[in-house]
Each structure stands twice: as structure tokens, then as C-alpha cells.
């Protein structure tokens, strides 16, 4: 079945270091997203990406890094995790931003504490 | 400014009652709006879309939605609840003109037995 995979699942990292999240698409959608969700509120849009073209949302933190080294793979690399980054990270695809009416499509989420 | 509102915290039903789930929505053009839904621990699973066409959408797992231009609504419905809907929904619209979509802040379902 196509889907969004995110590795790991859980993960737990010190306050400090740095730390990698996985997502990677087999739906071959040309958009993919990375979103912070705190403790049940609405998900927060971090950047995405249009095919390699990388957007970044104005209020997200310069501790927040993307790569996305192809179109079926993207990674989230926070440099220096504090505690309120504590959080589950979303990783979302959709088809193409052109059709304005396309659906996101979201991983089962990486849920990330920091001790 | 373009925004979504999700009136209630939490919505309580018993299960095999209807269910309601509101959503209101701020605009710039024609909007596209969208339902999600998110179980414990666990991404948000798509349930239905509004583009154009018949005010009345239906979506995944028995669930509609009834688009009213007039009130600016798009409120999530079905005619039995289970308890397994028991979940965090989201009402989202998609930004005129960009990639992105706003979301509400959530309504938590609770379907009782």
C-alpha cells in the first residue's frame, strides 16, 4: 500500500543534541510537509518542501533543519533540542500545490522527548 | 485573514445517537475545506473534502459534511455514533493561493456506550 512512513516512532534525545527524524513517501506526491504538534492542538506547519524547493514558515526556529535528498525521502534535523521541543513531529505529503483542492496525506507521526 | 473555527473543546454522544462536530471558516476566494481525524498517538487520517458542487459530502467511515456558504460552515455529521469515532478531529481549509492548510484547534469526540 502506498504510504508515509516516519522512523522512528518514539524517540528520546538529551537537551542539546542533536537529533534526525525520518519520513519517506511511496505515493510519489511532489509536496511534502513537516509539522510540530503539541499535547493535542492543531498541527504547526514548520516548512515544506515543492519537489526541492524549500519553504520555510517565517516563525520557525533557526534550530529547525530539512533535507530532502529525493522525492521519496525527507528529514526534520533539529540541531539542539530543548525541552519545549518536545513534541510529535508529522510528515505530510501532498500530490501537487497547484491543485489547491488535494488532500495532505500524514505519517503515523514521531513523537520526540527530551531528557 | 483566512482562519477556521472549531466552536467546542469536546462534543459527548452516546453511542447510535447522531453526531455533530462544528466547524466555521474565514476565507479569501472559494474555499476548499477539509476533515481529519486523529486517534491517540497517531497522525491525522483523512475523512472528506469540500471543492464545488453538492453542499451535502461524504467521507470515510459513515461520516458527511454539509457545506453552507451562507452561515460559513462545513460541520462534520453522522446519523450513529460509535464509540470506536471516539477521536480528536480537525476542520482545515486550504489557503488562498498557497500551500498550506490552517487548521482548527480541534474538537475531541467522546462517544459513550
Known amino acids: 500500500d502506498a504510504m508515509v512512513i516516519q522512523n522512528p516512532r518514539y524517540q528520546v534525545t538529551q537537551f542539546g543534541k542533536p537529533v534526525t527524524l525520518s519520513c519517506s513517501q511511496t505515493?510519489?506526491?511532489?509536496?511534502m510537509y513537516w509539522y510540530q504538534q503539541k499535547s493535542s492542538q492543531a498541527p504547526k506547519l514548520l516548512f515544506h518542501?515543492?519537489?526541492?524547493?524549500?519553504?520555510n514558515e517565517a516563525d520557525t526556529p533557526d534550530n529547525f533543519q530539512s533535507r530532502r535528498p529525493n522525492t521519496s525521502f525527507c528529514f526534520l534535523d533539529i540541531r539542539s533540542p530543548g525541552l519545549g521541543d518536545a513534541a510529535m513531529y508529522l510528515c505530510?505529503?501532498?500530490?501537487?500545490?497547484?491543485?489547491?483542492?488535494?488532500?495532505?496525506?500524514f505519517g503515523p507521526g514521531t513523537r520526540l522527548t527530551v531528557l | 485573514a483566512q482562519s477556521v473555527a472549531q466552536p467546542e473543546d469536546q462534543v459527548n454522544v452516546a453511542e447510535g445517537n447522531p453526531l455533530t462536530v462544528k466547524c466555521t471558516y474565514s476565507v479569501s476566494g472559494n474555499p476548499y475545506l477539509f476533515w481529519y481525524v486523529q486517534y491517540p498517538n497517531r497522525g491525522l487520517q483523512f475523512l472528506l473534502k469540500?471543492?464545488?458542487?453538492?453542499?451535502l459530502v461524504k467521507g470515510s467511515y459513515g461520516f458527511e459534511a454539509e457545506f453552507n456558504k451562507s452561515q460559513t460552515s462545513f460541520h462534520l455529521k453522522k446519523p450513529s455514533a460509535l464509540v470506536s469515532d471516539s477521536a480528536l478531529y480537525f476542520c482545515?481549509?486550504?489557503?488562498?493561493?498557497?500551500?498550506?492548510?490552517?487548521f482548527g484547534t480541534g474538537t475531541r469526540l467522546q462517544v459513550f456506550p
Open positions: 505515493l510519489n506526491h511532489n509536496v
Open positions: 482545515a481549509v486550504r489557503a488562498y493561493n498557497t500551500d498550506k492548510l490552517i
Open positions: 518542501y515543492y519537489d526541492k524547493d524549500f519553504n
Open positions: 505530510a505529503t501532498s500530490r501537487d500545490n497547484q491543485r489547491d483542492w488535494d488532500e495532505q496525506f
Open positions: 469540500y471543492i464545488t458542487g453538492d453542499n
